[in-house]
């Protein structure tokens, strides 16, 4: 079926321009944009880090998921009608017309390249090691270059187009995979009613001699989203008005997010786009949130360790076990043909968060570094500079391997 996306994507789009290539012709609709949107945005970090995070705190985090709803719609009316108007590739191609002057673009695209290493590949990548490795226990890096290879292979031949048809496809995976897991998760403990309480007396069996006690027994204030701002782990005023912030940066200016929408027919599929993405977002929620919360329920021992060296039989960290509250559930509570599927889904976050992050890298490289570098390049040597930028960018990750 991949390949199937594949072929349509690169037939209706002419790759060998610019526009072609990094816009996938500017001619997506709607539906694939939101898609992608969402594809891009949720990787595996999302289902270690956000089922995890619910497991030792509760539901809060999911509140982090839902503040994208707001800023989605400024992306939509408010950033992207400014970077169309301005006839933009790229982030830094922008600040460049807005401020003048060649350093800001530089540094902008640089720095960018830095943070897409350092935070979003090595992050996903650690996150979807700690799965391969629960379930397969296969050889961590292997599994990576051969994961690594894959996502390069279809990002190099086929173009934002390619990528964004095969997060499409991934999306529907995911989320259909994500939901039967929720449906078999809340089946096993017995409802919402039953989750509820039960959560609330989710505490492992050994908790050390010195141990304070908040430290393993479930926050009271766990089944709220708002949170007292002393008291609270995640405070409101932070849920609120931090993160709206530091959210507006990464669905309003993240190149990874600006492409997609810029590689539309026109602003109206921006629109309808992001609005898909917006009601996407509802979602983790439920497929991962709760899923986490469950998990604490029904391997309580191992999820909600403290003692360290019970820790590092479970998980190999002493730090504690929460990372592996979504890949428990998967490897224990699925059937064995359903494991499969979930495991899929696994790759496919992974994996079309890889392909994006990718993709946009090649792009900030092209046009905004390489350009620089050779000021007189022409379009079809832009077209292998983005091409082999997909590949010589592998230094770059290996080194976000070494995180791992
Ligand atoms: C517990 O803490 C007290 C005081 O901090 C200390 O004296 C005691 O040795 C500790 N016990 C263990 C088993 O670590
Ligand atoms: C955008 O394109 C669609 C057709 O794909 C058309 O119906 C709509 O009116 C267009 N919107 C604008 C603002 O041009």
Not at 62 to 79: K, Q, S, Y
Not at 173 to 199: C, D, H, T
Request: overall charge positive.
């Amino acid at each position: 079926v991949t390949t199937m996306f594949l072929i349509t994507a690169m037939v209706s789009t002419n790759r060998a321009t610019v526009g072609g290539f990094f816009l996938a012709g500017r001619s997506m609709v709607w539906w694939p944009i939101g898609a992608s949107l969402f594809a891009s945005n949720i990787g595996s970090g999302h289902f270690v880090g956000i089922a995890g995070t619910a497991a030792a705190g509760g539901l809060a985090i999911g509140g982090f998921e839902w503040n994208a709803l707001v800023v989605v719609v400024i992306l939509a009316w408010l950033f992207v009608p400014i970077y169309i108007k301005a006839g933009v590739v790229t982030m830094p191609e922008y600040l460049k017309k807005r401020f003048g002057g060649q350093r800001i673009r530089i540094y902008l695209s640089v720095l960018s390249l830095f943070l897409y290493v350092f935070t979003k590949i090595s992050a996903d990548m650690f996150s979807g090691a700690i799965f391969i490795n629960q379930a397969l226990g296969l050889n961590i890096y292997l599994a990576v270059i051969l994961l690594l290879s894959i996502t390069a292979l279809y990002t190099v031949t086929g173009g934002l187009a390619a990528v964004i048809y095969t997060d499409t496809l991934q999306t529907i995976i995911m989320v259909v995979g994500s939901f039967i897991l929720m449906g078999y998760a809340f089946n096993e403990v017995g409802g919402y009613e039953n989750f509820q309480s039960r959560y609330m007396e989710a505490i492992p069996t050994l908790t050390g001699v010195n141990i304070s006690a908040s430290c393993y027994t479930p926050r009271p204030d766990s089944f709220h989203i708002f949170r007292n701002a002393v008291t609270g782990d995640l405070p409101w005023p932070g849920l609120v008005f931090g993160l709206t912030v530091q959210a507006t940066w990464y669905w309003c200016t993240d190149q990874v997010i600006v492409q997609r929408c810029l590689s539309a027919k026109n602003l109206s599929h921006v629109k309808a786009g992001c609005i898909l993405c917006g009601y996407l977002k509802l979602l983790p929620m439920f497929l991962m949130v709760f899923p986490g919360m469950i998990s604490r329920i029904l391997y309580t021992d191992e999820v909600a360790c403290v003692e360290p060296e019970e820790c590092l039989k479970y998980c190999g960290a002493t730090v504690g076990c929460t990372n592996i509250a979504y890949p428990k559930l998967v490897l224990d509570l699925m059937p064995n043909g359903l494991r499969g599927l979930m495991l899929s889904v696994m790759m496919a976050s992974l994996m079309s968060s890889l392909t994006s992050i990718f993709n946009s890298a090649s792009t900030l490289f092209t046009m905004d570094i390489y350009t620089k570098i050779r000021s007189s390049a022409s379009e079809k040597e832009l077209m292998i500079a983005g091409r082999c930028s997909n590949t010589q960018l592998s230094p770059l990750k290996f080194f976000g391997l070494h995180l791992l």
